[in-house]
C-alpha cells in the first residue's frame, strides 16, 4: 500500500502545497469519470452544433411530416365526416345512403392516391439512392463525401430557424401533450392542475402574452389562450374548461368572477382581434343554468357544414302536435319544435333567409292529417314552391281580408263550442277537428284592416287552435304597427339591426347574448349567414341565446313534395265549426269590415279548390257542365285549354266569340282554377290545362 509523504518534511519546490486532498505516490492524477464524460459531451456538442445537426434532424422531421401530410391529403378525416353524417342521417335513407357513397367514393379515392404517391416517391428515390450507391460500390471518397455533405446540407435547410416558433417555445403555450399538468405551466411539479381540463389564471405562466388561436394545437394550449386573451382584455375570467377540438374551430366553457357574461359579450370585436378570427368569430352563449358561466364558441369554419338534411315526410304522416326537426345549433343539437297552439313571428333583413324560415315550418304543416295550411303574402310569393300543398293562397288586400275574418269568426265559433264538444279550456286538435296555421309573410305590407283582423286573431286564436305565424323585415312599431313583438311566444330572429334584436327579444337582450344583429344576410353571390337565426319561445326547449340554421331545402324537392301532398288530398275546417261560426257576430274592431264569406265562396275566392260536396249554380254550372260533357264525349279525363276551346264551339256557338284568357277566367271565377299540368298528352311532354276528375267535383 502507498505510503504517504511526511506533512512535516520540507519540500524543495516553488509549487505551491497540495490542497485539502492528500496525493498518493501510485494514483493517477486524472480526471475524475463523470467530469470527463461531461467535457466529452460538450466538446460533442459544440461539434454537433457546427456541423448543424440539430437543424438536419429538425429539418427531416419537417420534411417526413410534409410526406406523411401529402400521402394522407385529408382523406382519413373526409371519410371520419361522411361516416359521421350516415350516422346522424339513421332514420332518413336517402341522406344516409347519399353519405355512405361518398364515403365509399372517398375510400376509393384514398387507395387510388396513395398508390401514386407512393410510385412519385420511389421515382424521386431512385436517383439518390442510385447515386449513393455508386459511391459505394466504386470506393470513391468524393462522392461519399458529396453525398454526406448534401444530405446534411437538405436537412439543414428545411430545419433551419423559422418566423413562427415552435409550439412549445411559443409565449405562453404549454408543453405538447393532452395531460395538463403543473410542469406544463411552469408551476412546481408536486402540485397539479384540476381535473376535467379546468384551467384557472393562476396557472398561467410568467411573462405569457396573448397568441392567435390557430397557434394552439392542444386543449391545454387553447385554454390557456383563451385565458391570456381575456385576461389582456380586462374580462374578469378565472376559469376555463372542456376545451374540445370541433370541425369548425374550438368550443370550451369559460367562468367569470364578478358580473356576468356580459363581458364577453361586450369585447368580442377585440377578442376576435387577439385570436385572429373572422368577424363573427367569437359567439359566446351564456349559460341558463349557472349564470357565472358561458359557452365560448371560436369559430373559423362552418360549424353547420355537416348537420343533416330534413328528413322525408310523406303526405298526413305526422300530426301538428308532433316535434319535428327544422334546423341545427351550431352546437350540432336539432331545433325541434310542435307548432300546434304556437304564435310565431319571424324577422329577418332581405337576404336573411326568411322565406327559407317559412318554407321549413310550411313543409312541417303541410304533411300533417290534422292541420290546415293558409299562406298570406301581400307582397310577395309566400311559401312559393310548396304552393299546390297550401289549401288556401291569398294575395290581394281583398283576399286576405276576407280570409283573415273568416277565421276570426271561426275562433270565436269554437270558443263557443268547446264546451258543447266536452274539449275543456281549449281546442282538442284530431283528425276531425283539425288545426289552422295561418303564415303571414310580408306582414307590414298589408293592408290596415288585414293588421288589425291579424291582431285580433293573435289574442283570442291560440286556444280554439287557430294560429298564426307573422313575418317581416323588422321587429319594430315601425314595421310591425304595434308593439307585439314581444307578446307572441314563438321568436325566430334572422340577420337584421340591433334595435330589431332589442324590440324582439327585449332591451337588455344583446348584453345576454342574443345577437342575431352580427349576422350577414346574402347576397346574389354569398349566402353568408341567410337562414341563421335566434330563437326563443320554442315549446319543450330553453330560451338559450344560440344559433340556429334553419335546413334549406332545394325547390324541386320541395315542389314534388307538394305534388304529393296535394294528390293525397287537402284539408277542410270541420263542419262543427262552420256551423258554430254562424251563429256569432262580427267583431266591433272600429273600422268597416267586408262581407263574411262561406267557406266554399272562400276558396273561389282565392282560387283554390273548392271542398268535396260544393256545387255551382246558374251560368257557372252550365259552363261546367258544357266541359265536362266534351271530354266525355271525347272520353279523356284531361284537355289543354286550347283543345277545351275547340270543343266547347262545336258544342255550343255561344263560346264562338270565348278566346283563350277569357275562358281561363270564367273557370277560375267558378272555382275550376287556373289550367294545371296535365303530364303526357299525344306528342307534348307536360302541357297545361283542365282534368275531367277536378270539374266534376264542382257538380
Same mark, same amino acid.
Given at each position: 500500500m502507498a505510503t504517504p509523504l511526511p506533512e512535516e518534511r520540507p519540500t524543495l519546490t516553488l509549487v505551491p502545497p497540495p490542497a485539502a486532498a492528500p496525493v498518493f505516490k501510485d494514483d493517477s492524477a486524472a480526471r475524475k469519470p463523470i467530469e470527463s464524460v461531461r467535457k466529452v459531451a460538450e466538446r460533442t456538442n459544440r461539434i454537433a452544433q457546427i456541423a448543424l445537426l440539430p437543424h438536419t434532424v429538425r429539418g427531416y422531421r419537417e420534411l417526413g411530416r410534409r410526406w406523411l401530410d401529402r400521402y394522407h391529403n385529408h382523406y382519413p378525416q373526409l371519410i371520419a365526416d361522411a361516416?359521421?353524417?350516415?350516422?346522424?342521417?339513421?332514420?332518413?335513407?336517402?341522406?344516409?345512403?347519399?353519405?355512405?357513397?361518398?364515403?365509399?367514393?372517398?375510400?376509393?379515392?384514398?387507395?387510388?392516391?396513395?398508390?401514386?404517391?407512393?410510385?412519385?416517391?420511389?421515382?424521386?428515390a431512385v436517383p439518390v439512392a442510385g447515386g449513393v450507391g455508386l459511391?459505394?460500390?466504386?470506393?470513391?471518397?468524393?462522392?461519399?463525401?458529396?453525398?454526406?455533405?448534401?444530405?446534411?446540407?437538405?436537412?439543414?435547410?428545411?430545419?433551419?430557424?423559422?418566423?413562427?416558433?415552435?409550439?412549445?417555445?411559443?409565449?405562453?403555450?404549454?408543453?405538447?401533450?393532452?395531460?395538463?399538468?403543473?410542469?406544463?405551466?411552469?408551476?412546481?411539479?408536486?402540485?397539479?392542475?384540476?381535473?376535467?381540463?379546468?384551467?384557472?389564471?393562476?396557472?398561467?405562466?410568467?411573462?405569457?402574452?396573448?397568441?392567435?388561436?390557430?397557434?394552439?394545437?392542444?386543449?391545454?394550449?387553447?385554454?390557456?389562450?383563451?385565458?391570456?386573451?381575456?385576461?389582456?382584455?380586462?374580462?374578469?375570467?378565472?376559469?376555463?374548461?372542456?376545451?374540445?377540438?370541433?370541425?369548425?374551430?374550438?368550443?370550451?366553457?369559460?367562468?367569470?368572477?364578478?358580473?356576468?357574461?356580459?363581458?364577453?359579450?361586450?369585447?368580442?370585436?377585440?377578442?376576435?382581434?387577439?385570436f385572429d378570427l373572422p368577424t363573427n368569430g367569437v359567439r359566446p352563449q351564456p349559460m341558463v343554468e349557472r349564470r357565472a358561466c358561458a359557452i365560448l364558441r371560436l369559430v373559423d369554419g362552418n360549424p353547420f357544414a355537416t348537420a343533416p338534411g330534413l328528413p322525408y315526410r310523406a303526405p298526413k304522416s305526422i300530426s301538428i302536435t308532433d316535434k319535428s326537426r327544422l334546423g341545427t345549433s351550431v352546437g350540432g343539437d336539432p331545433l325541434e319544435a310542435a307548432f300546434a297552439g304556437v304564435m310565431g313571428l319571424v324577422v329577418a333583413a332581405s337576404g336573411g333567409g326568411k322565406t327559407g324560415m317559412l318554407q321549413a315550418i310550411g313543409e312541417i304543416?303541410?304533411?300533417?292529417?290534422?292541420?290546415?295550411?293558409?299562406?298570406?303574402?301581400?307582397?310577395?310569393?309566400?311559401?312559393?314552391?310548396?304552393?299546390?300543398?297550401v289549401r288556401i293562397t291569398a294575395r290581394s288586400h281583398q283576399q286576405i281580408e276576407a280570409v283573415l275574418l273568416f277565421l276570426l269568426m271561426l275562433s270565436k265559433g269554437r270558443a263557443r263550442l268547446r264546451k258543447k264538444l266536452g274539449m275543456g279550456k281549449k281546442w282538442k286538435i284530431s283528425r276531425e277537428h283539425p288545426h289552422?296555421? +295561418?303564415?303571414? #309573410?310580408?306582414?307590414?305590407? !298589408?293592408?290596415? /284592416?288585414? $293588421?288589425? @283582423?291579424?291582431? =285580433?286573431? %293573435?289574442?283570442?286564436?291560440?286556444?280554439?287552435?287557430?294560429?298564426?305565424?307573422?313575418?317581416?323585415?323588422?321587429?319594430?312599431?315601425?314595421?310591425?304597427?304595434?308593439?307585439?313583438?314581444?307578446?307572441?311566444?314563438?321568436?325566430?330572429?334572422?340577420?337584421?339591426?340591433?334595435?330589431?334584436?332589442?324590440?324582439?327579444?327585449?332591451?337588455?337582450?344583446?348584453?345576454?347574448?342574443?345577437?342575431?344583429?352580427k349576422l350577414s344576410p346574402a347576397t346574389d353571390t354569398d349566402p353568408k349567414d341567410a337562414g341563421h337565426v335566434y330563437v326563443q319561445g320554442v315549446p319543450g326547449m330553453a330560451d338559450?341565446?344560440?344559433?340556429?340554421?334553419?335546413?334549406?331545402?332545394?325547390?324541386?324537392?320541395?315542389?314534388?313534395?307538394?305534388?304529393?301532398?296535394?294528390?293525397?288530398?287537402?284539408?277542410?275546417?270541420?263542419?262543427?265549426?262552420?256551423?258554430?261560426? +254562424?251563429?256569432? #257576430?262580427?267583431?266591433?274592431? !272600429?273600422?268597416? /269590415?267586408? $262581407?263574411? @264569406?262561406?267557406? =266554399?265562396? %272562400?276558396?273561389?275566392?282565392?282560387?283554390?279548390?273548392?271542398?268535396?260536396?260544393?256545387?255551382?249554380?246558374?251560368?257557372?254550372?252550365?259552363?261546367?257542365?258544357?266541359?265536362?260533357?266534351?271530354?266525355?264525349?271525347?272520353?279523356?279525363?284531361?284537355?289543354?285549354?286550347?283543345?277545351?276551346?275547340?270543343?266547347?264551339?262545336?258544342?255550343?256557338?255561344a263560346y264562338t266569340e270565348w278566346a283563350v284568357d277569357e275562358l281561363k277566367a270564367r273557370l277560375k271565377a267558378v272555382g275550376a282554377g287556373s289550367p294545371e299540368t296535365l303530364g303526357r298528352v299525344g306528342d307534348e311532354q307536360n302541357p297545361r290545362g283542365y282534368k275531367l276528375a277536378r270539374l266534376t267535383d264542382l257538380l
Open positions: 361516416d359521421q353524417a350516415v350516422r346522424d342521417a339513421a332514420g332518413d335513407p336517402a341522406t344516409a345512403g347519399t353519405w355512405k357513397q361518398k364515403a365509399d367514393t372517398y375510400r376509393e379515392q384514398y387507395a387510388e392516391h396513395r398508390k401514386r404517391y407512393l410510385k412519385k416517391t420511389a421515382v424521386a459511391g459505394v460500390a466504386t470506393g470513391s471518397l468524393w462522392l461519399d463525401a458529396l453525398a454526406v455533405l448534401g444530405t446534411l446540407g437538405l436537412g439543414a435547410f428545411h430545419g433551419r430557424g423559422r418566423s413562427e416558433p415552435a409550439a412549445d417555445e411559443r409565449p405562453g403555450l404549454p408543453a405538447e401533450g393532452r395531460r395538463l399538468t403543473a410542469e406544463a405551466f411552469g408551476l412546481p411539479s408536486e402540485e397539479t392542475v384540476r381535473a376535467q381540463g379546468s384551467v384557472t389564471v393562476d396557472d398561467l405562466p410568467q411573462g405569457a402574452t396573448p397568441f392567435p388561436i390557430r397557434q394552439a394545437k392542444t386543449p391545454p394550449q387553447a385554454a390557456v389562450c383563451v385565458l391570456l386573451a381575456m385576461v389582456a382584455e380586462g374580462v374578469p375570467v378565472v376559469e376555463v374548461w372542456d376545451m374540445e377540438r370541433q370541425p369548425w374551430g374550438w368550443q370550451c366553457k369559460v367562468r367569470v368572477s364578478e358580473g356576468t357574461p356580459e363581458a364577453i359579450i361586450a369585447k368580442t370585436g377585440a377578442l376576435e382581434t387577439r304543416t303541410t304533411a300533417c292529417y290534422d292541420n290546415i295550411t293558409i299562406d298570406l303574402d301581400p307582397h310577395g310569393d309566400g311559401l312559393e314552391d310548396l304552393h299546390d300543398a289552422i296555421t +295561418v303564415i303571414f #309573410d310580408e306582414f307590414p305590407k !298589408g293592408s290596415e /284592416l288585414a $293588421k288589425r @283582423l291579424a291582431f =285580433e286573431l %293573435l289574442l283570442v286564436g291560440r286556444k280554439e287552435a287557430v294560429t298564426l305565424i307573422i313575418a317581416s323585415q323588422g321587429g319594430t312599431k315601425l314595421y310591425l304597427g304595434e308593439n307585439i313583438a314581444q307578446m307572441i311566444a314563438l321568436k325566430a330572429v334572422g340577420p337584421c339591426k340591433v334595435g330589431d334584436t332589442r324590440a324582439v327579444f327585449g332591451d337588455g337582450a344583446v348584453a345576454e347574448g342574443w345577437l342575431p344583429h338559450e341565446p344560440i344559433e340556429y340554421a334553419i335546413h334549406p331545402t332545394p325547390s324541386d324537392a320541395l315542389r314534388k313534395l307538394a305534388e304529393e301532398r296535394r294528390e293525397d288530398g287537402l284539408i277542410n275546417p270541420d263542419q262543427d265549426s262552420l256551423q258554430a261560426m +254562424v251563429d256569432v #257576430d262580427l267583431p266591433d274592431i !272600429g273600422m268597416p /269590415l267586408p $262581407k263574411l @264569406l262561406t267557406w =266554399e265562396q %272562400l276558396c273561389r275566392l282565392c282560387d283554390a279548390e273548392p271542398p268535396e260536396g260544393a256545387t255551382v249554380d246558374g251560368d257557372a254550372r252550365t259552363l261546367i257542365e258544357d266541359a265536362v260533357a266534351v271530354m266525355e264525349k271525347a272520353r279523356v279525363d284531361r284537355m289543354k285549354t286550347e283543345v277545351l276551346l275547340l270543343a266547347l264551339r262545336d258544342l255550343d256557338t
